[in-house]
């Protein structure tokens, strides 16, 4: 388990349409983005999910949301933008 696996599966889901559609449409928790994540090969903690996501916000201040705004989806769209940003795809 790692931060690392979090950002490798948000990588794959950018790289694969029916992932991240698999990621947007089912996803509503963090417990179930990381039952996604393990059915794909990728193991991390909820916990690790945050922290990548803290560390993405960072670097993309003007994408930054505010802790306790927006639902799953909304969550879910901002760490797979901030990786398409991070990663230029």
């Known amino acids: 388990m ?3 696996a979090v ?3 948000l990588k794959a889901a950018i ?5 991240e559609d698999k990621v947007k449409h ?3 928790s963090p417990k179930l983005f990381v039952e996604v994540g393990l059915e794909h090969g990728y193991e991390f903690t909820e916990q690790e999910i945050m ?5 993405l916000s960072h670097e ?3 994408l930054e949301i505010t ?3 927006g639902t799953s989806a909304t969550i879910i769209d901002v760490m797979l933008e901030l990786c398409r940003h991070k990663y230029n795809k």
């Open 2 to 4: 790692s931060k690392e």
């Open 7 to 9: 950002l490798d599966f």
């Open 15 to 19: 790289d694969r349409e029916d992932l």
């Open 26 to 28: 089912t996803v509503t």
């Open 51 to 55: 922290e990548e996501l803290d560390d």
């Open 60 to 62: 993309f201040l003007e």
């Open 67 to 69: 802790p306790g705004s």
